[in-house]
């Protein structure tokens, strides 16, 4: 603050005052190329082979001859839903040739890693089920399993096996939206209709189970919420009835359809040794040929006591991705069904008081179950220090929770191997020397979300 002496009128002198306010100082401008409207020149090699899509093998044809008048910057999102979320990619064009693409991705960021440190591990799954809100019954699964596993606990039989019923039918719901998006994107509206028809079912039986459509809480550390209910078996009956004969519909409407064929087969290419190179998983993965699949690899839940194939590509082409999704909804309804048949009986929770809530029946016979009851949502459980990382197979690939504990009730850190983050990479292998008009259909053929991008 200063003080200058002037002369008033009446010859006095008066004190003025310059006033400076904290935090109204201009911030020193740091700019970054994220909101760039063209793609920098001035990148790096490794950048560069990963925009052109030649990180494995150069298959890009650059002519030197063309002048930048042939040459331009379109920028493809972020609108919902043609790019299946807040996904925004920049694509230099030559004619209507893509030549480089870069995924620009953080719009939605809803932090909810951060978020899980400030939840204790009973609110965890409240958290973690709407990162991947199409499957969130298999996030829900990957928390509960770390957790569990840094507890030292195993869940009883018929708990691991409501598991696998759940989220085995959770990747059918999510694979029926995503050959419902895909075929909508190309054009085939019937797809779009019976995709979404099939799913209800399957989403009335989880309101059934869970209370919700979605994002339901239902997997815990230690169990489930609640047993499956009265009558589940002839609800489960009847969608393993039902859904074989969509599928053939499904298939009559689009295996050999030649418009279908002509806008998937070819487009959109990632081979198997791009795909490794890349990290990407689930069904792109294996649509380029690679047979890998964490519940054969690393079984969870006891899943490995059930027989189910892994299907596998040959092109690793959009046509391949979308073939993959319609067969393992099938080895999913042959899981479902011999979980359906071989339910063990027992209890759906393990039992530990430290741990698990009393029954909601004493809770209005006891004061001391009423007290523990409450101290056990409002404060949580304590799980020893240490750190684990656990995954599953969810319909997008490899899905991972990463925790350390610190020995209280709240996780110290929590990192999740994301599908979609990961397959997203591939976009730039499959998109590059193809047409501009084949880029909404690769994008849908890698069934990302958007929230399991940007957790």
């Given at each position: 603050?200063?003080?200058?002496?002037?002369?008033?009128?009446?010859?006095?002198?008066?004190?003025?005052?310059?006033?400076?306010?904290?935090?109204?100082?201009?911030?020193?401008?740091?700019?970054?190329?994220?909101?760039?409207?063209?793609?920098?020149?001035?990148?790096?090699?490794?950048?560069?082979?990963?925009?052109?899509?030649?990180?494995?093998?150069?298959?890009?044809?650059?002519?030197?001859?063309?002048?930048?008048?042939?040459?331009?910057?379109?920028?493809?999102?972020?609108?919902?839903?043609?790019?299946?979320?807040?996904?925004?990619?920049?694509?230099?064009?030559?004619?209507?040739?893509?030549?480089?693409?870069?995924?620009?991705?953080?719009?939605?960021?809803?932090?909810?890693?951060?978020?899980?440190?400030?939840?204790?591990?009973?609110?965890?799954?409240?958290?973690?089920?709407?990162?991947?809100?199409?499957?969130?019954?298999?996030?829900?699964?990957?928390?509960?399993?770390?957790?569990?596993?840094?507890?030292?606990?195993?869940?009883?039989?018929?708990?691991?096996?409501?598991?696998?019923?759940?989220?085995?039918?959770?990747?059918?719901?999510?694979?029926?939206?995503?050959?419902?998006?895909?075929?909508?994107?190309?054009?085939?509206?019937?797809?779009?209709?019976?995709?979404?028809?099939?799913?209800?079912?399957?989403?009335?039986?989880?309101?059934?189970?869970?209370?919700?459509?979605?994002?339901?809480?239902?997997?815990?550390?230690g169990g489930v919420a609640a047993d499956l209910p009265p009558g589940w078996k002839d609800d489960v009956a009847a969608i393993l009835k039902e859904m074989p004969v969509r599928l053939q519909e499904y298939d009559d409407l689009l295996k050999e359809n030649p418009v279908w064929l002509s806008r998937t087969r070819d487009v959109g290419i990632i081979q198997a040794e791009e795909a490794i190179a890349y990290s990407i998983t689930g069904p792109p993965l294996r649509a380029s040929g690679v047979d890998w699949d964490i519940r054969k690899v690393f079984p969870y839940s006891g899943i490995d006591q059930y027989e189910f194939d892994v299907p596998l590509g040959e092109r690793g082409d959009v046509y391949d991705r979308y073939r993959v999704k319609v067969e393992e909804i099938e080895e999913s309804l042959k899981i479902v069904e011999q979980v359906m048949d071989s339910m063990p009986k027992g209890n759906y929770r393990i039992d530990d008081r430290k741990i698990t809530p009393p029954p909601r029946a004493r809770i209005d016979e006891s004061m001391e179950a009423l007290i523990h009851h409450f101290k056990l949502f409002t404060e949580g459980f304590k799980v020893p220090a240490g750190e684990t990382y656990v995954a599953v197979e969810s319909p997008r690939g490899e899905l991972g929770c990463y925790l350390v504990a610190d020995g209280g009730p709240m996780p110290w850190r929590m990192h999740t191997r994301a599908p979609s983050f990961y397959n997203l990479q591939g976009l730039p292998i499959a998109m590059a020397d193809s047409l501009v008009a084949d880029t909404v259909a690769t994008i849908a053929s890698m069934d990302p979300v958007m929230g399991d991008v940007d957790r």
């Open positions: 603050m200063s003080d200058e002496n002037t002369q008033d009128q009446a010859g006095g002198e008066t004190d003025t005052f310059d006033l400076w306010v904290a935090g109204t100082e201009e911030p020193q401008f740091q700019p970054t190329d994220e909101g760039r409207q063209e793609i920098s020149e001035h990148e790096s090699e490794d950048r560069l082979a990963a925009q052109f899509g030649r990180v494995v093998e150069d298959d890009y044809v650059f002519d030197e001859d063309a002048d930048d008048d042939e040459r331009m910057i379109v920028n493809m999102g972020p609108q919902h839903p043609s790019t299946h979320g807040v996904l925004r990619l920049q694509i230099e064009l030559e004619g209507e040739i893509i030549r480089r693409t870069r995924p620009i991705i953080g719009y939605l960021h809803t932090g909810m890693e951060k978020t899980a440190e400030q939840l204790n591990y009973a609110q965890g799954p409240t958290n973690v089920t709407r990162m991947d809100y199409l499957s969130p019954l298999h996030e829900e699964l990957a928390y509960s399993l770390a957790v569990e596993r840094l507890l030292g606990v195993e869940v009883p039989p018929r708990a691991a096996a409501i598991r696998i019923l759940m989220t085995e039918l959770n990747r059918i719901s999510s694979h029926l939206v995503a050959l419902a998006t895909n075929g909508l994107d190309i054009g085939a509206l019937s797809m779009m209709i019976y995709g979404f028809r099939e799913r209800e079912a399957i989403l009335a039986f989880f309101e059934k189970a869970t209370g919700l459509r979605m994002n339901h809480n239902y997997i815990r550390p």
